[in-house]
């Protein structure tokens, strides 16, 4: 019994060493990835698959499932809350995409020379980030409150009294954008100091010999060379802006959706519908329908970009 | 690196048949905890305790917990979490959802329908006793009932009322006696105490259960209603409008904010108590907050202000015990209820009167109870709710969400959003219309 096990062993040891090597690299390669491509897949593959097909159904939250094929999708064009919600993302988006674009751009500008000064201002910049997006909200709530608020006094103070930043619908969503670009624009800062770094010194003394002042070097050097950076912030942030959790947690925290529904983003009328009404199944369907957008806007990103790559590449 | 169990050094393959053994330990051990939650006692999920902000309130619920442990052998544990987490978040549902609901939990009547056309409301009705049944007034009871059976027994009954500031009211030059008793004067008074930096009169400005909560009672008072006996909806009434445009008007004659401090319209220590408005909407509970909280704050009490020509009515909310008739245990589960809310036992009465008076500040749902604490809820604040504001109190609607959402929208739409009232409640009114013609569940009431 022995001898033939170790006669299997020995057999079985003799095949793999005639396994060429780049098979032997394939295959351990294919095993040191395998833990982590089961992790995506467990928990964002697979639950990405269940929520699709969760979406054919009408689900009571109770374990009670119907089949009900497109009907969740049939019923989004019948509901006026998600062609609002819908229109609140899309709003959102284009003014915190820009703003965030612009914002990390110029604070990246400001602070790229490394001097002690700029570290600080740099931490200062991306100390947001740190704190917890709760607190975020809060803190943005107190300073937004009628009478008493920082933001009121100071419209105040340019002769806009009576200004309620979260309170008034045609105003609360641009008060949201505001607290989401100032907390996320450290972070973007970073990744455009690390694009501004990249681009080569020679290139602004040379266009500096041939009399190039500092607007001209910043539209036909850094602003063509940052077009990696500016694509990745790009991509990034309107992914945050149409489905990311820190718009979904500043609405949570500062407005409920309210008022009005003037700031129900698609995602928080996602949750709403899932976990305020127990429908399942209409969430399912809708968070499909944005994972579509997204990867169509991201699509547009890469046709554009001809798939990202740029002329110098 | 070296293998330290066999001194040799970790190869590729050791160290992948290493990770294999570990997992298949792992698998191993789920049959073992699954076996542990088996055995495990009835999950009693809830928002109070232990360790909850109220301590009051967190040591009556282990107190109830452990009086029943110790002399049963159903054995009861709690699973406090947090109230952003709880029905107003996601943990209470996905439990559900996912089918680990808790055998016992907390639902207030806004919420009972959703439950209770779920399938996992418990019927109670087979452990209480006659007696104990006819202890719990109609108007307590009612929104807990489908026909004839009770599923959900109230630990307490919360009316709503108003709160003023002294302090702003004497800063006014007005005294006690002026406060308002119409919809007019609440306008005119609220509007005669707004400052600059003070606002005159609160309501809820946050979409959600607790502002349709607050408002139902000022639709109430001029006679409007929901529905008809039909089962249409009679939402677009003139009543309805006039209750929209009182809170509209609040808002557009700036005696109302737009925004509340704190948690919302419900926290009065942020508002009232730090004077960020002179008279706030609130419930019975304010009491024991402002106790707690802000103990030198000089307040009082009114009830609501009707409109001309209309009657008294205030709204009274409260959260019930349930049991899950999904759940390990439900007939246990039904037992511990009844046993800690709902018994004759002299006990049992108590442990409300200690909620309602030493744990919270609220009213009993028992007569029983309401007897046996007659002095505590005849003192101060609390004794004003008792006389004035209580025996108006109806019980808060219970509603199936889609119906919620839209109310919600009329009041959100016509309080902040600038949209006429009429409208508004003419709108509500179609959505609640369609969503019935096709609605099968309990009836709302």
Known sequence: ?313 | MTNELTGRPWSRRSFLKAGAGLGAVGLAGLPLAAARAESAAMNFMQFIGPGGPAKTQSDWIVQLVDAWNSAHDEKVSLEYVPDSEYIGGTKLSSSFASGAGPDVFLISPGDFLRYYNGGVLADLSPFIEPAARADFPETVIANRMVDGKIFGVPMEVEPMAFYYSVKAFEDAGLSEKDVPKTWDELLEIGKKLTTSDRYGVLFETAPGYYQNFTWYPFMWQGGGEFQDASGKSTFDSPATVSALKLWQDAVASGAAPRQALGGGGSDIVANLGSGYCAIQNMGIWGISDMANNAPDFKYGVFRLPVPTGGKYVTVGGGWAFVANARGRNPEAAGRFIAWALASMSPDSIQRVVDWCTVAKSDMPPRDSALKAGAAAFDKGELGVFTREIHPGTRAEPRLPPEVYKSISDAIQGAMLGGVDAAEAARIASQQIDGFLATYKGAPLL
């Open chain 1, 1 to 313: 019994m022995t001898a033939a096990v170790a006669k299997r062993e020995v057999a079985r040891r003799r095949r793999a060493a005639h396994l060429p090597n780049e098979r032997r690299e394939a295959i351990a390669g294919l095993l040191f990835i395998l833990p982590d491509t089961l992790g995506l897949f467990v928990f964002l593959g697979l639950p990405m698959i269940l929520a699709i097909a969760l979406s054919a159904f009408d689900v009571d939250g109770f374990g009670g499932y119907r089949f009900v094929g497109l009907g969740n999708y049939v019923r989004m064009t019948a509901d006026p809350l998600f062609w609002s919600s819908l229109r609140v993302t899309l709003v959102f988006a284009a003014m915190a995409v820009p703003l965030l674009y612009v914002t990390g751009l110029s604070l990246a500008l400001l602070v790229q020379r490394s001097s002690r000064f700029n570290t600080a201002m740099r931490f200062l910049f991306f100390a947001p980030q740190v704190v917890s997006l709760v607190v975020v909200g809060l803190v943005w709530q107190l300073m937004s409150v009628e009478k008493l608020g920082v933001l009121p006094r100071f419209a105040a103070s340019l002769g806009f009294g009576g200004v309620s930043f979260l309170g008034d619908p045609s105003i609360a969503l641009f008060t949201i954008v505001l607290a989401f670009v100032w907390f996320l624009m450290g972070f973007y800062m970073l990744i455009f100091i690390g694009g501004l770094q990249d681009i080569p010194r020679e290139y602004y003394e040379a266009a500096r010999m041939d009399g190039a002042g500092r607007r001209a070097s910043f539209w036909h050097i850094t602003l063509p060379l940052l077009k990696p950076t500016s694509f990745f912030v790009l991509i990034v942030s309107t992914v945050t802006a149409v489905a990311g959790q820190q718009a979904f947690d500043l609405v949570y925290v500062m407005t409920k959706g309210g008022p009005a529904n003037s700031t129900l983003l698609l995602i928080s009328y996602i949750y709403q519908q899932a976990f305020r009404y127990g429908a399942f199944g209409y969430a399912a369907a809708m968070a499909t329908l944005l994972v579509v957008i997204l990867m169509a806007i991201t699509l547009i990103f890469f046709a554009a970009t001809r798939g990202g790559r740029f002329q110098y590449d």
